[in-house]
């Protein structure tokens, strides 16, 4: 039992880094000090570099593409792009569609659907809430009939995460309403949001901003190449999915380097005044928080030394999500409450690359805090509620 | 990065779990606790043949050569065992500070005893009203040329009671709570002038308040450098604190499989009261606690093991983590046991004490959050 880094391990984290010191795009890299909203072309952008690279798909196999990293290298890799702030992946091609089609799709789909992920030709987005199915998924009414060589699809799939941009949806999808189990019903089909009968309307969140929608499909005709593994079984993909979806959602990176950044700031002191670290109350709960931390990060490691040891991502990782998500919502609140009256600012307009510092309202990101506040209340819900992820580790891990 | 354990550790685990299950049930352990001096002698002699008091100390010194995750291989399972053997008193906190500062006459006449089982032996770390503050030293060593003279007292001092050899921190220079000026005194039990007030714990075992009056000490019963005592003595409660709180996770595990176990068989409204999520969420959340008290009890022997700076910080927030997580799991295991759970008769009402006790060991969580802090 030991932690120490290899010298190959050394020389990787080396590599890493000056790739983002040197060929990520460093303009996106301030926005994101800054907490400026990245772009969608920002978002495109970024991601075709990183492509360029090599480094587009950490979880891939090498060959479908993959970076074909072990468990340390990703280890080390979340933490140097959580270093300098750079944006998370975005998950729905290559954490969430991806390892569906290369598992369980056919070598057409493979072929067809992989390349344009890994390159970010195609902004995908995920199709599994309904407004009547949230936690109870499996309840989804989207219906998916058999016309000739064509399903046509109608329903509604609610808080899709930036489907304003995408060009595919990936959807569970009733094909079958004469089952003994609800989940039997279900497939996993891909559908081009480009065509007659798909509208997007948009969900505005607590903070203000447009990030979730409302997709709507009205007799969309999918063609039967569409669908995914076998009809009847998307249920199964699906929670393969989910699993996936939880072994990243730990953050332990980037709760790392924004406990760090807290304790930095709490140092400092505005005009003379006695710095916030000074208080008692405050920084025992950000000590706190950095023990919540470690116990979070040593958990993931040893999830992923199981993984890389050849057992799948268990039901256990759920703890990852739950104890993940609590924690970047306990840092929320340790940064409104460093932030003071600077909580309270809505002023949206200053979050811009050009807008000048003496105007600016508040230190650094005061303003922000509240937004990410509110905003992150979020990580609790989806991918699974952490109450469903409880139910989870309750029924497949303890045997309850 | 590994989180396997070597071959060594695995026959070390191994042998520790046959023990538990074959030689030491709960019954057994009860009568143990409640016997005169609150273990059984047989059962430490049985520890010493099978090399287990020897796990921490170096080859050199007639030890295993093991190290913290040795170490927590054995508490852990001690923990699981509920074993009440003084192993801590004499293997983690005498040892300690014999291995770490004691000359090789010493380690001759007294490490080698502790090992070999034939010596019971104790550090007496504490002052009444010290808490936990190790600095905090009143009894006082005035040196006589070729001996010492010791006075003052000591409290909570673990296996006090049957201690042949007391390890005692006195000060011989400096202000109460300085860390320079503390000396280390092996004191034997039937020294005149020494009182011993033997007490049982809550957690069935044994502690003694002790008072020291014109104690005489000769010079080679000085443990160290005069003054230089600190660091053997934190290193030692270091080491202690490590050892605890895997014993806390052995325990914590040991609650909660228990408690599953329990709410499956147990049948209350027609149904196992282990249908009802109210119930399941609580033991989800006892499961966790536990699995991320061993992610942090892993990090701090690996990293107390490699030496690094973060060694203090990590043995710190293990601690931190016991202390929150050791209250919760043992009151929900007594909780979701119901009316049981409060009864003598049952076990998990002795773990959830052991559990209870190890908190206010070393620090609470208060204590160590505060020294995160910093």
Known sequence: MNVTFTADDVAFRSEVRDYFENDFPQDILEK?????????????????????????????????????????QKYIFADEQARVNAPPYLPFGVSMVGPIIYTFGNEEQKRRFLPDILEF???????????????????????????????????????????????????????????????????????????????????????GEHEVNEVHFENVRVPVENLVGEEGKGWTYGKVLLQHERTGIAGVAQS??????????????????????????????????????????????????????????????????????????????????????????????????DFPKQQSIGSETDTNSSLVYF?????????????????????????? | MD???????????????????????????????????????????????????????????GGFGGGPIDMMVVMERLGRGLIVEPYLANVVLAGGVLSRTANSAQKDRWLSAVIAGKLQATLAFVEPQARYDITNVTTSATSNGDSWTLNGSKGFVLNGGNADLLIVPARTSGDQVDSNGISLFG???????????????????????????????VADQ?????????????????????????????????????????????VQFGVPISSFQAL??????????????????????????????????????????????????????VQIHGGMGVTWELDVAHYFKRLTAITLMFGNADWHLDRLAD
């Open chain 1, 32 to 72: 994101q000090r800054k907490e400026i909203p990245l772009e969608p072309e920002d978002l495109i952008r970024w991601h075709k570099n990183i492509f360029e690279k090599g480094w587009a798909a950490p979880n891939w196999p090498v060959e479908h593409g993959g970076a074909g990293w072990n468990s340390v």
């Open chain 1, 121 to 207: 030709n195609t902004w995908w987005c995920q199709g599994y809430s309904e407004p009547g199915a949230g936690s109870d998924l499996a309840s989804l009414k989207m219906r998916a009939d058999l016309d000739g060589d064509h399903f046509i699809v109608n329903g509604t799939k609610t808080w899709t995460t930036l489907g304003q941009f995408a060009d595919w949806i990936f959807c569970l999808v009733r094909t079958n309403s004469d089952v003994a189990r609800r989940q039997e019903g279900i497939s996993f089909l891909l559908v081009d949001m480009k065509q007659p009968g798909v509208s997007v309307k948009p969900i505005i969140l607590l903070d």
């Open chain 1, 256 to 353: 790392r380097y924004r406990l760090q950044r807290l304790r930095r700031r709490a140092r400092g002191s505005i005009k003379g005044a006695v710095p916030l670290a000074e208080d008692r109350n405050f920084i025992r709960k950000v000590a706190a928080a950095e023990v919540e931390l470690k116990a979070l990060e040593y958990t993931e490691l040893r999830t992923l030394a199981s993984v890389a040891s050849g057992k799948a991502p268990g039901p256990e990782s759920s703890i990852l999500k739950i104890a993940g998500t609590e924690l970047r919502q306990a840092i929320d609140v340790l940064d409104v409450e460093a932030a003071a009256y600077y909580a309270l600012p809505y002023v949206r307009d200053q979050y811009v690359l």
């Open chain 2, 280 to 333: 399941q969420h609580r033991m989800v959340e006892m499961y966790t606690a536990c699995e991320q008290s061993r992610s942090l009890l892993m990090w701090a022997a690996m990293t107390v093991a490699e030496g690094s700076d973060e060694s203090k910080r990590a043995v710190h927030s293990a601690k931190y983590q016991i202390g929150i997580a050791g209250k919760r799991v043992g009151e929900e295991a």
């Open chain 2, 187 to 217: 004191v034997d039990a039937d020294a005149a002038g020494l009182s011993i007030r033997d007490y049982h714990t809550i957690d069935g075992q044994r502690a003694a308040e002790i008072s020291l009056q014109d104690v005489q000490v």
């Open chain 2, 222 to 266: 000085l443990i160290g450098g005069i003054g230089d005592g600190f660091a053997a003595l934190d290193g030692a409660l270091d080491d202690a604190t490590l050892a605890v709180s895997a014993e806390a996770v052995g325990i914590m595990t040991a609650l909660t499989e228990k408690t599953i176990e329990y709410a499956k068989s147990r």
């Open chain 1, 375 to 400: 905003n992150d209340r979020k990580v609790s819900i989806f991918g699974g509620s952490n109450e469903i992820q409880k139910n989870i580790i309750a029924k497949h891990v303890l045997g309850l």
């Open chain 2, 3 to 61: 989180f396997s354990l070597n071959e060594v550790q695995m026959m070390l685990a191994d042998s520790i779990e046959k023990f538990v299950s074959n030689d030491y049930d709960f019954e057994s352990r009860q009568e143990y606790s409640g016997s005169e001096t609150g273990y059984s002698e047989a059962v430490w002699q049985t520890f010493a043949d099978l090399g287990w008091t020897s796990v921490p100390f170096s080859e050199d010194d």
